[in-house]
């Protein structure tokens, strides 16, 4: 079945260690997105990317970086320039193009929970 | 993309309809209401979206004002499993080139039996 596949669900880090998220879609959509989630928060935009090579900040960028060498792939490494990279996070894809058929629904992940011990 | 506002909390009884209310008064003509839920520790899930008809799924209805600066998504027979927080965000349904999705804190939807 066709979706979006987030590993691994639970991650833990010691400060100072960067990690990487993955993010898996066989959705053939063109548009990707990164999402943090704090406690009772709702969801904050870290990164996202329109077409494979590109990508542009979200509102919290800083202390993570991406890649979007191919259409299907999008990981998020959280660097240890994060302050404080305790949380949910959360990868999405929708159709990039405009079309009878594109309602610019998201299609979300299950997350990664990742806690920096 | 236009800021909406939503209550922070809702209570509704197994079976009855919950009507959640999303207020976004500086939404554009272009822009689209969509609805999205998150049950605990899950990835978002879509509901349902529209522009100004109202609109019905087999998961809810979408009730969008004639002035389209509030709309109420409707749960017509609550459940427990409906227990999440729902989302309410308002955006063009596609632009050429950058384009962020915002979400809100949302309202915590509990379903009581």
């Known amino acids: 079945d066709g979706g979006i596949t987030q590993s691994p669900k639970y991650l833990f880090r010691k400060e100072g260690q960067n990690v990487t998220l993955s993010c898996e879609q066989n959705?053939?959509?063109?548009?990707m997105y990164w999402y943090r989630q704090d406690p009772g928060q709702g969801l904050r935009l870290i990164y996202y990317?329109?077409?494979?090579?590109?990508?542009q900040k979200g509102d919290i960028a800083e202390g993570y970086s991406v890649s979007r060498e191919k259409k299907e792939s999008f990981p998020l490494t959280v660097t240890s320039a994060q302050k404080n990279p305790t949380a949910f996070y959360l990868c999405?894809?929708?159709?990039?193009?405009?079309?009878?058929?594109?309602?610019?629904?998201?299609?979300f992940g299950e997350g990664s929970r990742l806690t920096v011990l | 993309d236009a800021k909406t506002t939503q209550p922070p909390s809702m209570d509704c009884a197994e079976g009855r309809a919950a009507n959640l209310p999303c207020n976004h008064s500086?939404?554009?003509?272009?822009?689209?209401v969509y609805w999205y839920r998150q049950i605990h520790s899950q990835g978002p899930q879509y509901i349902i979206h529209?522009?100004?008809n109202n609109e019905t799924n087999e998961m809810a209805s979408l009730i969008i004002t004639e002035d389209r600066k509030s709309s109420t998504l409707i749960l017509p027979h609550a459940t427990l499993r409906d227990t999440a927080v729902y989302y309410c965000i308002v955006r063009v349904l596609y632009i050429q080139g950058a384009q962020k999705l915002v979400f809100g804190q949302g309202t915590r939807l509990t379903i009581n039996p």
């Open positions: 999405a894809s929708r159709v990039g193009v405009a079309g009878e058929l594109n309602t610019g629904e998201l299609f």
């Open positions: 959705l053939n959509h063109d548009a």
């Open positions: 529209g522009l100004k």
């Open positions: 500086t939404i554009s003509g272009n822009e689209y």
């Open positions: 990317s329109q077409i494979v090579n590109d990508f």
